[in-house]
């Protein structure tokens, strides 16, 4: 079963285990299993009219920028383009994310990026050979007013087999209302280091954000 995570721009929040927040800027989020939060919505986008497959994503790597259609409003500023890392997470720069995953927010390190699930992925096996069946996509909407960036059946690396697990999840964002939803389809196995398994959230371009 699906799970959703939305955030939200909100000054009044329930405070419950599933829904949390707000930072200093007014983001909270819920999930899907809180009584206000949203409902699960898969949007399959592969191979939908419109939609690109990205194409070069491997171990540790990140492809772009790439156009949003829109202006989207993260935190104070406005983002246009974005780009695609192969662990689980967009970025509105060029600096990729990788092992080990920084906790988030800190004013040091990696920032401006929304992390997904941002964790040890691969799109290439051991012998860097793309991995059959493992796909990204990123569609922006006819009215341009909605990206989705979905990430298909995508694997831990794993050092002794090159890989292992799938992962299926997509970020939505919506120019409406500048609402970020995370929807997590279909999560199989775990990464081979559980002490630093995964990193969910979202960081401005200065990292001074707290929760």
Known sequence: MGLLI??????NPT???TSGGPDTYGYVWRDSNDPNGPTYNWINIVGAPGAVQVSGLADDNIRGPYAIGF????????????RIGSNGYIGFSSTPVAHPFPTIPT??????YMAIMASDLTFTDA????IAGTEC???????EDTLVVSYINVPFWDAAAGYTGSNTFQIILSKTDSSITYQ???QIGTYNNPGNFVTIGIENNSGNIVS
């Open 6 to 11: 939305a955030t939200f721009l909100d000054t």
């Open 15 to 17: 405070m419950a285990q």
């Open 71 to 82: 202006p989207f409003h993260f935190y104070w500023y406005d983002v246009t383009t974005f």
């Open 107 to 112: 004013a040091t390190g990696i920032q401006n």
């Open 127 to 130: 012998s860097s050979t793309p």
């Open 137 to 143: 996509w990123y569609w922006t909407s006819p009215t």
């Open 184 to 186: 997590y389809e279909a």
